[in-house]
């Protein structure tokens, strides 16, 4: 807050507070009264195709955890995590190739729709990349290994040639054949997310909190010169339509578009609401949809239940600890 001053140390008041998972949401009011909110699955979720109406139908037969829906170009499998396990499903058949153990998640397609990239758990207590054929026919080959940071995957160049992946600041890209990670984007006391190149392989989209809020982005690819600002009213995980002439982003609970045009420079159009609801969007913030070949989205429908946990007396804490 504007005016205030820190005059002492941080003290622990309390060790038991955020439960045993996480607090997703913290208020602490100035009589020292504490309300943590915990957003948690109810285990109803669904995977569901849906148009522009918003209008679709559910592709799961039975209700699971899910998260990180990701569609093969070929719009013939689904990457996913459900229940603690992680692998690949296909449409037609039903069949489920398990791709690794869990942890395990956030999976992206290469062009070809042959293999899958993706982030795994180390023994150090970080993420690294790694990357296997859909069928899981071969071992996996691991693509990035260092024990300071923790990757994610979130798209592969139109070329086949390049991951795009972020950790807990920046963008970077590792090639697929193998090699030492460039650092794409970097921006001081702020975080880049969510990059996915556009169909083109021209632009790279993303989401930074560098204004505050999480907002959506685009950049140049190969070199990042400059950027273009798209959202403006709080915006995340933006995905491109199959043509590269729309950016799509979660505003909310809306899906937003918006029309880009790149001659002679980069033009963006205004943004605007294209559904409503119908999809589950997850707290962390991760992406929770995707878009097919045929333009369709991939959601996950489902509700999660809020455990509210209150805790008072934080201010008589505070003093207690003061005095010893």
């Not at 042959?114 to 795994?120: E, P, S, T």
């Not at 024990?147 to 390049?162: I, M, Q, Y």
């Not at 460039?182 to 969510?194: F, G």
Request: charged share 25%; net charge negative.
């Amino acid at each position: 807050l504007e005016g205030t001053v820190v005059t002492g140390p941080a003290s622990r008041v309390r060790t038991s507070l955020r439960g045993n998972d996480s607090c997703d949401d913290l208020r602490v009011s100035g009589s020292g009264t504490a309300v943590c909110s915990d957003q948690r699955s109810a285990g109803t979720r669904v995977l569901a195709l849906l148009d522009r109406d918003g209008e679709g139908d559910a592709l799961s037969p039975l209700p699971a955890e899910f998260r990180w829906p990701r569609i093969s170009p070929d719009g013939r499998s689904v990457a996913i995590s459900a229940d603690n396990r992680f692998g690949a499903f296909d449409l037609a058949s039903g069949r489920v190739v398990e791709l690794a153990p869990t942890p395990a998640g956030e999976p992206t397609w290469t062009p070809d729709s042959r293999h899958v990239v993706y982030w795994q758990g180390s023994t150090t207590g970080d993420s690294d990349l790694w990357i296997r054929d859909k069928d899981a026919a071969e071992p996996p080959r691991q693509l990035t290994d260092d024990p300071n940071r923790s990757d994610f995957a979130t798209s592969v160049s139109p070329d086949g040639e390049h991951v795009l992946f972020y950790d807990a600041s920046d963008l970077w890209t590792v090639p697929i054949a193998g090699g030492q990670p460039t650092r794409v984007l970097e921006t001081p006391n702020a975080w880049e997310r969510d990059g996915v190149f556009s169909p083109q392989g021209d632009l790279i989209a993303y989401s930074s909190n560098e204004l505050g809020n999480w907002e959506v982005f685009v950049t140049s690819w190969p070199q990042a010169l400059g950027r273009t600002r798209i959202s403006f009213e709080g915006g995340h995980s933006p995905k491109w339509s199959p043509d590269g002439s729309e950016l799509y982003y979660i505003e909310g609970s809306r899906m937003m578009a918006v029309e880009i045009t790149r001659e002679p420079d980069v033009r963006v159009g205004d943004a605007r609401e294209i559904f409503r609801g119908g999809f589950w969007v997850d707290p962390s913030g991760d992406q929770t949809y995707d878009v097919g070949p045929d333009g369709r989205f991939l959601v996950i429908q489902g509700d999660d239940l809020v455990d509210v946990r209150v805790v008072t007396g934080l201010a008589d804490a505070v003093e207690d600890q003061g005095t010893r």
